[in-house]
């Protein structure tokens, strides 16, 4: 299986910040990597797929990076309703794995 | 608009069979244009993918799950099963029916989740 990494595991910010998150694979995925947000209770929602592109209806502030097996994916300027919990995903190979994910809070 | 919906027991018995459903709106399970996957979420944890299902017959399982999963269709009903065998403690967790529009590998729409415990 493809193993993924997240860093960091959590983060404070506050509002307007800019904030990065990194995803790593263990093997080359080319650009085969999608991103989630998922919030308290609720299901996970699609936010980013093939690495960089944005899902419809998701905010310009999301924005996803990288090709092989680094990856990043940044909010350019951090909203209150952007806390949650941030995972990404592979699929360059089966079984499809995800990052143990990044937890974002607002300050 | 496609909605998920999961239902089952909320409590199963070690060694016994998780049996899960998922009832879709807005879309026929036979469709073409809908990938299905069942994904699990333990308690505070993270996001593991079990299997998906398409064209009402092609599956492919996670292979540390396999030898005790099976996803169906049922077209009368036109909802998605999930059934999980021999289950232990370790199969605590959210299950969420989701679904790709014809993407296979990105999951666009899902179910609001259903709490499975495992305990006797």
């Known amino acids: 299986d493809i193993q993924m990494t997240q860093s960091p595991s959590s983060l404070s910010a506050s509002v307007g910040d800019r904030i990065t998150i990194t995803c790593q694979a263990s093997?080359?995925?080319?650009?085969?990597l999608n991103w989630y947000q998922q919030k308290p209770g609720q299901a996970p929602k699609l936010l980013i797929y093939?690495?960089?592109n944005l899902e419809t209806g998701v905010p310009s502030r999301f924005r996803g990076s990288g090709s092989g097996t680094d990856f990043t994916f940044t909010i350019s300027s951090l909203r209150p309703e952007d806390f949650g919990t941030y995972f990404c995903?592979?699929?360059?190979?089966?079984?499809?794995?995800f990052g143990p994910g990044t937890k974002v809070d607002i300050k | 608009q496609v909605q998920l919906q999961e239902s089952g027991p909320g409590l199963v018995k070690p060694s016994e069979t998780l049996s899960l459903t998922c009832s879709v709106s807005?879309?026929?399970?036979?469709?073409?244009?809908?990938?299905w996957s069942w994904i699990r979420q333990p308690p505070g944890k993270g996001l593991e993918w079990i299997g998906f299902?398409?064209?009402?017959?092609?599956?492919n399982y996670n292979p540390s799950l396999k030898s005790r999963v099976t996803i169906s269709v049922d077209t009368s009903k036109n909802h998605i099963s999930l059934r999980l065998s021999s289950v232990t403690a370790a199969d605590t967790a959210v299950y969420y029916c989701?679904?790709?529009?014809?993407?296979?590998?990105?999951?666009?729409?899902w179910g609001q989740g259903s709490m499975v415990l495992v305990s006797s």
């Open positions: 093997q080359d995925i080319s650009n085969d």
């Open positions: 807005g879309a026929s399970v036979s469709s073409d244009s809908y990938y």
């Open positions: 093939g690495a960089s």
């Open positions: 989701s679904a790709g529009y014809y993407r296979l590998h990105a999951f666009d729409i």
């Open positions: 995903q592979q699929y360059g190979d089966l079984p499809f794995t």
């Open positions: 299902i398409y064209n009402s017959g092609r599956r």
